[in-house]
Structure formats: C-alpha cells, structure tokens
C-alpha cells in the first residue's frame, strides 16, 4: 500500500496520553520483574512503593485516556483485511481492560496483604478488600498473570504497528507520532 497524502491523524491530547502510559506500563512491568526477586531491604520497600505510585499513576491515566477516547473518536481505520481490522479492535479492547485490571489487582493485593497505598507519600488511598492472607496470596498470582497478559498484549501491539510501518508501509505508525514541523 502506498502511504496516504495526508494520513488521518490522533490529536496530540490522545498520543500524549497513549506514549505516557506507555512508558509508565512498560517501567512499572520491569521494575516489578527487578524487584520481586530482592531480599527483604530498604531498596526493595521502596521499589515497591514506587512500584504502587506507578500502578495508581496508570490507573489514572487510563481513566482520563478512556474519557478522552469515549469523547473523541479515533482516525477511521486505513485499508486493511477484515481479520486485521478485527484483531487490532479486539487487541485494542483488551489493552483497555488490562490497563484497569493490573492495577487494581495490585491495589487489592495491597489492600489484602495489610500494605496500604500512600500515593508518592502524600495521599493515602483507602483499601478496598480487607486483610486476608490467604487472599493476597492469590490476589498477587492474579496481578501477575494479568501483568504478563498485558505485557503480551502490549508486544502484539508493537509488533503490529511495526509490521504496518516496516512492511505494509501503510502510515498507521505515523497517526500515533508527532507530526515533525
């Protein structure tokens, strides 16, 4: 496919939102892999509080991405297979899922394990299960398999939007990328 003249665009509002919940994702799901495996120390207390400010921090950015999406439809999609058409909707629908199920996965994990959330330190944030071992036990297998979910979702994503941009060559990537003045 040759690349559109003028390949519809998401505002800057959207890619905002969609790049730093990226990056939030993408280090909170590593600093969790780095630090689960730390003796109990100062370092691993305080990875896991940031590991928690960073869960709250997707969490709310997901619900403003989520309002935002809700009042601003997307670019209407490009020429593509029906199959592909469906399969990036229904990536896309889970992504949405995921950004929500993690995190309150975590927070209930938290909750469960007797650990509240002080978000950065200042806002402490109510538990929302009570303190049940047995239960964060599970509820901390849960977080981790969702997390792996998403992280799986997260790699179709990407190698999606790479196969549209290095072999369809279609401009799909460049609706999702500051336009270059």
Sequence with gaps: MNLPTRTPRYTATAMALHWLLAVAIVGAFGMGLYMSDLPLSPTRLKLFNWHKWAGVTILALSALRLLWRLGHRPPADLPMPAWQARAAHAVHFLLYLAFFAVPLSGWAYSSAAGFPIVWFGVLPLPDFVPVDKPLAHQLKELHELLAWGLALLV?????????????????????????RR
């Design 155 to 179: 790699l179709a994503h990407v190698a999606a939007a790479l196969k549209h941009h290095l072999i369809d060559k279609d401009g799909l990537l460049l609706r999702m990328m500051p336009a």
